[in-house]
């Protein structure tokens, strides 16, 4: 591909998260550099939000070392953090009614913040196709128009940014229709090769993405089952042992989609990957 | 890009609502058992030769009790704003995390034990002993609320309105005992000083808590960035740079000092707290860079209006401003809620 960073942007080592007790994630190894597009997929509950909370600073971890840029994310102060990575969690919910445009404005950097007449506002407001929502009230808005005018803050505050940067979004997309989702999709993954970022996309679409990304890290419990590019990722075998479908990667046309025959009922799946787990029922 | 919700701009509104304050300082100096024309008031605050009678009633009178109004107003108003932000909950009120409440129990303490327990502290602090232990009531209370909120560094903003709620009903429960116990006399002094009271300002009190509340009130604008970046949640608000715990922090000590000397010389005052920052929110938006100041700029003036109202409907007797305030507040806030709930 093109031009891109020697060294890693994030570097992930051995790194554990327990958090009230419970362990959510174990022994994480990853190295991402800019210009990668990572799509992060698991079942529910694998760990994906948790190592997203992680990677953005939020959550501190229990053991192991996180470097963003070669420092280490627990030496980096909040404000140095929003000027190297930009987040866009699940969910967002507001309890004071807000305008659109002062949503986006809040990613402006310093004293613009807030402003909703700034230039990069209605920018990345045009750019996720929400400009003609400027001026209404968000609570107003559909699911998928909220998470589109969520995405256009993201992409202000990282727009803002200067050199190498991270974009991290969990399931961003997940109310949009399939048309908006494949539209934004393939523009952030565009962006994310041309503007020096390494993009972390946590998603539930298998076939999204392994047509948009440029690599895949399959997370289970807590742990990374594999890692690499979508080909050998999404193999029927590691299909089956995560997910428990019957599916498999057709690369024949213009983009790879994962093609499901069928769900394993769990017996079969479960019962032949590991076979210490048995369920007793009465 | 035109906002179709019905939202004035913010300067002219912050204009006016300066020359709302003025009209009503004006209105608040001019009334009273000695009413007074605009020209006797400007002599009696600007000019030595003036009428004597004129100048004690202004500079003495009138003046430190309309300033005094016009700073626990925008304590209370800009209070309100700031915790109803923190908590990103319109109903939050200083009364809600226990500051009033405290305030109220170390005033109502020095009314009716003051003679054996206060005694030699009111030789130091001659006739400053109730405002000063409401003051250091109100930052104890918020000290030990947020000391049960806070865990390992981080303070759980539900947690800390819970331990609010119960401090404020054991608080409550000590105002009630002190209202048991105490005698006639000092059971009138008690139920004045809950129904809040400008009656007594003079000089004194307003040396005692201007210093803090302009102090708050300077600091104010810092916040309001940050605060508008927590009304997306306290992750969003970490995400795009800003320390949420210091915000917090910063916060909860301001609405201490600021309500606390407030409570501590006008009594219990409702309402401001909650009415001043929804108005503007309704007529401005929920930026905070307008809304703090513009909730302050309400919160004077509504009780400005209040306290002339209070001091007129009964004169020459007073109407106690607490009860004034939520007497008519409280109907024109329902009018107006129900008038919006449509949408």
Redesign the interface.
């Known amino acids: 591909m093109t031009l891109q960073g020697i060294t890693p942007l994030l570097s992930v080592r051995g790194m554990s998260l327990v958090r009230h007790g419970k362990r959510l994630l174990h022994d994480l190894s990853l190295q991402v550099r800019a210009g990668e597009r990572v799509m992060l997929l698991g079942p529910n509950g694998a760990g994906k939000s948790s190592l997203l909370r992680v990677l953005?600073?939020?959550w501190p971890t229990e053991s192991g070392a996180v470097h963003l840029g070669g420092v280490p994310l627990t030496s980096l102060?909040?404000?140095?953090?929003?000027?190297r990575r930009?987040?866009m969690?699940q969910q967002?919910?507001?309890?004071?009614?807000?305008?659109a445009?002062?949503?986006v404005a809040?990613?402006l950097?310093g004293r613009d913040?807030?402003d909703g007449?700034h230039p990069a506002v209605?920018a990345q407001m045009a750019w996720c196709d929400v400009l003609h929502l400027?001026?209404?009230?968000y609570t107003s808005l559909s699911g998928g128009e909220q998470q589109r005018v969520q995405l256009a803050?993201v992409l202000v505050?990282l727009n803002a940014m200067s050199g190498e940067r991270l974009l991290l979004l969990d399931e961003a997309t997940s109310a949009l229709d399939p048309a908006q989702q494949y539209r934004l999709v393939a523009k952030l993954a565009m962006l994310a090769q041309d503007t020096e970022t390494a993009l972390i996309m946590a998603c539930h679409d298998l076939s999204l993405a392994a047509a948009y990304g440029s690599r895949i890290l399959l997370l289970q419990d807590g742990q990374c089952v594999a890692d690499g590019t979508p080909e050998a990722v999404l193999t029927e075998d590691n299909l089956a042992r995560v997910y428990g479908l019957d599916a498999y990667l057709d690369t024949h046309g213009p983009l790879a989609q994962v093609r499901v025959r069928g769900a394993y009922p769990l017996e079969d799946s479960r019962d032949s990957a590991q076979s210490a787990h048995t369920v007793t029922v009465g | 890009m035109v906002p179709v919700t019905g939202r004035l701009p913010a300067r002219p509104a912050l204009v006016l609502l300066t020359g709302l304050l003025l009209a009503g300082a004006l209105l608040a100096l001019r009334t009273g058992p000695m009413p007074l024309s605009v020209a006797e008031v400007w002599q009696g605050l600007f000019d030595r030769q003036a009428e004597a009678s004129v100048q004690l009633v202004v500079r003495e009178l009138r003046l430190p009790r309309l300033l005094l109004a016009m700073l626990v107003g925008a304590a209370l108003g800009v209070s309100g704003a700031l915790l109803q932000g923190l908590f990103r909950n319109p109903l939050a009120d200083p009364g809600l995390i226990g500051i009033s409440s405290g305030a109220a129990l170390g005033a109502v303490a020095v009314i009716v034990l003051g003679e054996r327990v206060f005694a030699h502290w009111d030789m130091t602090v001659p006739g400053m002993t109730l405002p000063l232990t409401a003051f250091v009531c109100a930052l104890l209370t918020t000290a030990v609320i947020w000391r049960i909120g806070s865990r390992q560094g981080e303070t759980h903003v539900a947690m800390l309105l819970l331990a609010g709620i119960a401090i404020n009903a054991i608080a409550m429960a000590g105002v009630g005992v002190m209202t048991f116990i105490a005698d006639d006399g000092q059971l009138r002094t008690l139920t004045f000083w809950t129904m809040g009271s400008l009656a007594q300002a003079d000089w004194r009190d307003l040396r005692l808590v201007s210093p803090w509340i302009v102090l708050v009130l300077l600091a104010m604008p810092l916040l309001a960035r940050a605060l508008n970046a927590v009304l997306l949640g306290e992750s969003v608000a970490l995400h795009l740079g800003h320390d949420v715990d210091r915000l917090k922090r910063r916060i909860v000590v301001m609405c201490a000092l600021a309500v606390g000397a407030a409570v501590s010389v006008s009594g219990l005052i409702g309402f401001v707290g909650l009415v001043a920052p929804h108005l503007v929110r309704l007529t401005l938006g929920v930026d905070h860079r307008t809304l703090l100041p513009a909730s302050a700029l309400l919160g004077a003036v509504l009780l400005v209006l209040a306290d002339t109202g209070a001091r007129l409907i009964v004169a020459p007797a007073e109407f106690p401003i607490g009860l004034m305030m939520a007497l008519l507040g409280g109907p024109f806030f329902l009018a107006l809620l129900m008038r919006r709930l449509p949408e």
């Open positions: 953005s600073g939020e102060s909040w404000g140095e953090l929003a000027r930009a987040v969690p967002v919910t507001l309890s004071f009614p807000m305008l445009e002062e949503v809040q990613g950097p913040a807030g007449q209605a400027a001026g209404r009230l803050r505050q």
